[in-house]
């Protein structure tokens, strides 16, 4: 820890650090640099040594110097295994590369590991091995919520899912929004096409105002939901813009209700749900007191039948849209 610290402070830079930027983006990959819960700077092209030492200084000093250095072994690791063939394929569904919330998945699992050693008072070869652990997800004991906060930290998606969201898109009149920020129907599936890179960028962005990362895997589950439905019945649309916040919200309350009617102890309430989502980001998602984030994907009580009938009743309340590109008479 002593030693990474005074390397911030002294600015050491590690020499292969440019080729190893430009190995994540040889593959189709973009990479962020920046701590955690702060900004970050996304890198799309090849840089030169000292334009990447400018953005990592600038971007990790401020908040938290160490980082600086750890960012760098981070880069370093992840450029060596995307550019092997036995290690590149866990790279599949991430677009893009945050180096920052990559940490903050390594600190998820060593605190979910119980161990007694910070992240930062790891030696380097101890980061490699958590790196690749983290990327590879083979821990068949991992809880609902530890595999949200890991798949949303990495910033995984399922197979096909950005052409999933232009679908969606495509049948919201007003759009879609999350936290605050919209991504418009119109002019977006004018001038992008479903299976345009720069459609998945364009999601990236959109969903880049998310700031924990099970919440971000909250919302990249409930559009694959809305995505079955459509699948099954692409005569709908819905009418006005799709908030995927309010969605979520429906999903909680209906999970809540069912606790009452089993005779569960609740742990939320619908003040509390609501409370959650008019405060800050780090109240919204507050899963401590939310059993949502705890539930499995799966089952007739599991988080997608809560949000896909959430998603049902947001489109019998806003009245039916049928799109009439799919709709024939015969």
Known sequence: ???????????????CLAPSVTNM???GKEVTIGVFGYP????????????????????????DPIEAVLQQETIIFLGDFISSDYHNAVFDGMLRLRIGWII??????????????????????????????VLKDEDENRTPLNKRQLEGALNRVPPDFYSKVYTILDKAQGGISVRGKTIPKLPTVQELSATEKNFAIRVEEFLSNITMPEYRQMVV??????????ERNPELQFGDCLNLDDLIQDAFTLRHQDELQQGEEVKT???????????????????????????????????????????????????????SRTCTIS
């Open 104 to 133: 903050q998945a390594m600190k998820n699992e060593l605190s979910k590991m119980q161990r007694d050693q910070v992240l930062h008072e790891l030696a380097p070869h101890e980061v490699k091995e958590l790196v690749i652990q």
């Open 1 to 15: 820890m002593t030693l990474r610290y005074v390397s911030s402070i002294l600015s050491k830079v590690v020499d």
């Open 40 to 63: 970050e700077h996304i890198i799309s092209e090849p840089l030169s040594p000292k334009e990447l030492e400018e953005i990592i200084f600038k971007n990790c000093i401020p908040y």
């Open 25 to 27: 983006l040889s593959r």
């Open 221 to 230: 589950e409930m559009l694959m939901v809305i995505s079955t439905i459509f």
């Open 269 to 323: 309430s619908k003040e509390e749900n609501d409370k959650s989502f008019a405060v800050s980001d780090t109240n919204y998602v507050c899963h401590k007191t939310n059993s949502f984030y705890h539930l499995r994907p799966e089952g007739p009580r599991g988080s997608t039948s809560y949000m896909a009938k959430a998603a049902v009743n947001r489109l019998l309340k806003e009245g039916v849209h049928y799109d």
